[in-house]
């Protein structure tokens, strides 16, 4: 079956452009995760939705992050007024339930380039 | 100091050598370790899984524990050119998501 999607594979952005990324998660699947990897880096955590009600958001850098799963399926991380340090992949993990990390499955990413 | 320490590389082997990647941490309270391979252009993909101390095997892949010595090891047997890749260890003190990652080493296994 389809595994978990996203959507541009690659962005390029100006500074101080906003820009959307999206995430298809498998059919099904409750639990939505974001990370940001930076380049040479491990993950790091953004933000975790349980169907559409975002429960941990601890993560985000700043408020120019935000994330919204509106109908518990598809979600969107946007990020506004985009600066250089924004430069990362975009990494969108979807789980059947429950929040064990070793249960989710990873997207290929979104690889936004902020010039 | 990062939590967790892991080598870059690249390491760079011929096939069929036995390979040893490692990462070493600092907080005594981790209990679950994971073993993650990430191939260019995709996200990562859970190998390994190891709640507390001790060994686990599957397939051609050993993971072990070390909690004394805040040290972690993945073995990979009879390494094909299939196993380039970047491996990336993680680990939490529970079970959830918040998972404390390593930077990921870059192995190349050479035909």
């Known amino acids: 079956g389809a595994g978990v999607s996203q959507s541009p594979r690659y962005k390029v952005a100006k500074r101080g452009q906003d820009v959307a990324l999206r995430c298809d998660p498998i059919s099904g699947h409750v639990s939505l995760f974001w990370y940001q990897q930076a380049l040479g880096q491990g993950p790091e955590f953004l933000t975790y939705?349980?169907?559409?009600?975002?429960?941990?958001k601890s993560g985000l850098p700043s408020d120019r992050f935000f994330a919204e799963r509106p109908e518990g399926s598809v979600s969107t991380l946007k990020i506004q007024r985009t600066q250089q340090e924004d430069s990362a992949v975009y990494l969108c993990?979807?789980?059947?339930?429950?929040?064990?990390?070793?249960?989710?499955?990873f997207g290929p990413g979104t690889r936004l380039l902020v010039l | 100091q990062k939590e967790v320490e892991q080598d870059p590389g690249p390491l760079s082997v011929p096939e069929g050598a036995i390979v040893s990647l490692n990462c070493t941490y600092s907080n005594s309270a981790f209990q679950y370790f994971m073993w993650y391979r990430q191939y260019s252009r995709k996200g990562p993909e859970l190998l390994m899984y190891?709640?507390s101390s001790g060994n686990k095997e599957d397939g051609r892949f050993t993971a072990q524990v070390d909690k004394s010595s805040k040290y972690i090891s993945l073995f990979i047997r009879d390494s094909q050119p299939s196993d380039s890749a970047t491996y990336l260890c993680a680990m939490s003190e529970d079970s959830n998501y918040q998972l404390i990652w390593g930077a990921g080493t870059k192995l190349i296994i050479k035909p």
């Open positions: 190891t709640y």
């Open positions: 939705f349980q169907n559409e009600a975002q429960l941990d």
């Open positions: 993990a979807s789980s059947l339930a429950g929040t064990s990390a070793q249960t989710q499955y």
